[in-house]
C-alpha cells in the first residue's frame, strides 16, 4: 500500500511540473506573438512620408558673416 501511494504521489508531482510547464510555454508564446504584432503595427505605423522643410532667409540684410580665422560662420 506505501508503494501504490508513492506511486500516485510521483504521478500528481510530475502532473503538475508538466501543468506547469506547459502554461510557462503557452505564456511566452501569447507574449512572444503580442510582442510580434506590436512591433509589426509600430514598423507600418513609422513609413508615413514626411514633407522636407526648406529654411531660408527672409532678406539678405539677416545674413551675417563672422571670420575667426579658423573659418566662416554664416548666420542666416
Not at 511540473?17 to 505605423?45: H, N, P
Not at 529654411?55 to 566662416?72: E, H, I, L, S, T
Request: net charge positive.
Amino acid at each position: 500500500m506505501q508503494n501504490i501511494r508513492s506511486a500516485a504521489y510521483a504521478i500528481a508531482g510530475l502532473a503538475f511540473v508538466g501543468l506547469a510547464a506547459a502554461f510557462a510555454v503557452s505564456l511566452t508564446l501569447v507574449i512572444g506573438a503580442l510582442l510580434t504584432v506590436t512591433l509589426g503595427a509600430r514598423m507600418l505605423m513609422g513609413k508615413t512620408k514626411r514633407a522636407p522643410v526648406y529654411a531660408k532667409a527672409k532678406r539678405r540684410a539677416d545674413m551675417r558673416v563672422w571670420d575667426d580665422g579658423k573659418g566662416k560662420i554664416i548666420d542666416l
